[in-house]
């Protein structure tokens, strides 16, 4: 087996650590949250995310380019629109985590830990 080859990616000197803050810095932005949310439904384009985050098109597709080079989000050709959608779950899954911290953050009882509350 390969066993003695496998790298743990959790380890404290892990070669992901450096990249898993670049990640971190991506996420640093509200709009950038903001867009991860809203797509964690589906593929939206740039016109409808521009409204739902309340940002200029122009503004969102700058952040949606760095995000997209950061491998983030991906997009879909439908005849003369560019649809994006989130390219995997960790993304949507860092951002849920974050927002339940702030939730924590704010003491009391977390809306995710009762049964009618959280994000999905």
């Known amino acids: 087996m390969n066993a003695d080859k496998k790298i743990c990616r959790l380890a404290v000197d892990s070669q992901f650590v450096e990249l898993a803050v670049e990640v971190f810095a991506m996420l640093a932005d509200a ?3 903001r867009i991860i949310l809203a ?26 380019a760095k995000m997209r080079l950061a491998r983030m989000v991906s997009t ?37 830990h009762r ?3 959280g994000v999905s």
């Open 31 to 33: 709009t950038r949250v």
């Open 39 to 64: 797509l964690r439904e589906g593929e939206m384009a740039v016109g409808a995310l521009a409204y739902v985050v309340g940002k200029s098109p122009a503004a969102v597709s700058q952040h949606l």
């Open 76 to 112: 879909r050709q439908d005849g003369t629109r560019v649809l994006y959608r989130l390219e995997n779950e960790h993304a949507r899954q860092l951002v849920a985590d974050a927002i339940f911290q702030a939730e924590h953050a704010l003491g009391g009882d977390p809306a995710h």
């Open 115 to 117: 049964m009618d509350g």
